[in-house]
């Protein structure tokens, strides 16, 4: 069966300190992978998706950027966390051609 | 891709039916909808999906109109764990890797004793 892990599950971060997220997924190949960031009380945000190894698609300009240095490694960065950077970061999964998404536990960050 | 609207929020008590009506006015031919269901501090989950007329699974149905402009998620019988934020999706799922899914604010469901 698939699993998707992601970590930490919290962080406390400085502003202007660097962030690394990780995303690992398990039982599957070649899964489309997304990073999504939700603010307290709001929607999802899409932020990055990659549809193959080395391919990173942003959809919103920020101080963020994302790596896919294996086809189940999803990366997520930022050289300085701003504090609008503050969120709730969620990994996800999809098939080609399929619908359901699977979402992993998230990452809780508070930058202070 | 489709622009959806969902009411920012719902009230239910608990032993009630609960429809959350979602409008797609611009949905395209090879568009599909689908829901998910998000509780707090957790990422979204699939609930159900749908092309259209009526899809029903052990959690809940989906109606849809033969115009498709708009759906309709029924919860049977609500309990408190279902309090929950509730996304409509629409989008060509055959697409591969150019349909991104998108979540608006969603519904925020809350259930009463």
């Known amino acids: 069966s698939q699993t998707i892990h992601q970590w930490p599950a919290t962080l406390v971060q400085p502003v202007g300190s660097p962030l690394s997220l990780e995303c690992t997924v398990e039982?599957?190949?070649?899964?489309?992978l997304y990073w999504y960031r939700q603010a307290a009380g709001r929607g999802l945000q899409l932020l990055f998706y990659?549809?193959?190894?080395?391919?990173i698609s942003s959809e919103v300009p920020q101080n963020l950027s994302a790596s896919r240095p294996q086809d189940r490694q999803f990366i997520l960065s930022s050289k300085k966390l701003l504090l609008s950077d503050s969120g709730f970061y969620l990994c996800a999964w999809r098939l080609a051609g399929k619908e359901t998404q699977y979402f992993g536990p998230g990452t809780r960050l508070l930058v202070l | 891709l489709a622009k959806t609207t969902q009411p920012i929020s719902m009230d239910s008590y608990e032993g009630q039916e609960v429809n959350i009506t979602c409008s797609h006015n611009?949905?395209?031919?090879?568009?599909?909808i689908t829901w998910y269901q998000q509780f707090p501090s957790q990422g979204p989950r699939f609930i159900i999906q749908?092309?259209?007329t009526k899809v029903t699974n052990e959690v809940a149905s989906l109606f849809i109109p033969a115009d498709r402009k708009s759906s309709t998620l029924s919860l049977p019988r609500v309990s408190l764990s279902d309090t929950a934020v509730y996304y409509c999706?629409?989008?060509?799922?055959?697409?591969?890797?150019?349909?991104?899914?998108?979540f608006g604010r969603g519904t925020s469901l809350i259930v009463h004793p």
């Open positions: 749908g092309y259209k």
């Open positions: 039982g599957t190949s070649n899964p489309n």
């Open positions: 990659s549809v193959g190894i080395g391919q």
């Open positions: 611009n949905i395209a031919t090879n568009d599909y």
């Open positions: 999706l629409v989008g060509d799922i055959s697409a591969g890797g150019s349909y991104i899914p998108t």
